[in-house]
C-alpha cells in the first residue's frame, strides 16, 4: 500500500479514500472510470466532482454518506433543498423521531384547524411554522435512519438481500 498524504487540508474525497486504505491507483481500479489524475484533480479541488463520481466513490469506500455530502456541499440544487445529514446512532435516531413524533402528536388538532379551510391566515402562520419544522425534522430523521442502514449494509452488520426481501415483502403486504 502507498503513503498517505502528508497534505493537512484534505477534503473529504481524499479522507474517504485514505480511511478506506486506498492509494490513488487502488482506488482508480476499483472506481473503473476515473482515472488516477482524474481522482487527484477531484481530491485537490482542481477539477470539480460529478455525481457518477460520488456513486462510484461511496461504494468503492464504503461510504454512503459521500452523496449527502456532495448535495449539500456542491450541487446547488441540493443546496437549497436537501438536509444535511451528519451520521448518527441507531439510538440517537430513533430517540430523535420518538420525540418529533410525540411533539408532532400534540399538534396534530392545531394543523387540522389551519389547514380546514385551505389556507392559511396570518394570525395561523406562526403555529403552521413551527408544525413544517417538526415534520422537516421528521424528514432529516428519516433520512439518518436510512443513512445508518446504507452504513450498516456497507458494513455486513445487516444482509442486504435479506433487508430487500424482507422490504419487498412488506411493500406489497401494503399494496
Given at each position: 500500500m502507498g503513503r498517505r498524504s502528508l497534505k493537512t487540508d484534505k477534503n473529504i474525497y481524499m479522507r474517504s479514500r485514505e480511511d478506506a486504505g486506498m492509494t490513488r491507483a487502488e482506488a482508480s481500479e476499483a472506481l473503473q472510470f476515473i482515472s488516477e489524475s482524474r481522482l487527484e484533480k477531484i481530491e485537490s479541488?482542481?477539477?470539480?466532482?460529478?455525481?457518477?463520481?460520488?456513486?462510484?466513490?461511496?461504494?468503492?469506500?464504503?461510504?454512503?454518506?459521500?452523496?449527502?455530502?456532495?448535495?449539500?456541499?456542491?450541487?446547488?440544487?441540493?443546496?437549497?433543498?436537501?438536509?444535511?445529514?451528519?451520521?448518527?446512532?441507531?439510538?440517537?435516531?430513533?430517540?430523535?423521531m420518538l420525540a418529533t413524533l410525540n411533539s408532532l402528536d400534540r399538534e396534530k388538532e392545531r394543523l387540522i384547524e389551519i389547514t380546514e379551510d385551505e389556507q392559511i391566515t396570518e394570525d395561523e402562520l406562526a403555529d403552521f411554522a413551527r408544525i413544517q419544522s417538526e415534520l422537516d425534522r421528521i424528514a432529516e430523521t428519516v433520512e439518518s435512519l436510512?443513512?445508518?442502514?446504507?452504513?450498516?449494509?456497507?458494513?455486513?452488520?445487516?444482509?442486504r438481500g435479506k433487508l430487500e426481501e424482507l422490504r419487498k415483502k412488506e411493500k406489497s403486504s401494503h399494496s
Open positions: 479541488e482542481k477539477t470539480p466532482a460529478q455525481p457518477e463520481d460520488i456513486l462510484a466513490m461511496a461504494e468503492a469506500y464504503k461510504r454512503p454518506e459521500l452523496c449527502n455530502y456532495y448535495c449539500t456541499h456542491e450541487c446547488p440544487i441540493g443546496m437549497e433543498q436537501v438536509p444535511e445529514i451528519k451520521p448518527k446512532g441507531l439510538s440517537q435516531i430513533v430517540l430523535g436510512r443513512l445508518w442502514v446504507k452504513r450498516t449494509v456497507v458494513s455486513g452488520d445487516i444482509d
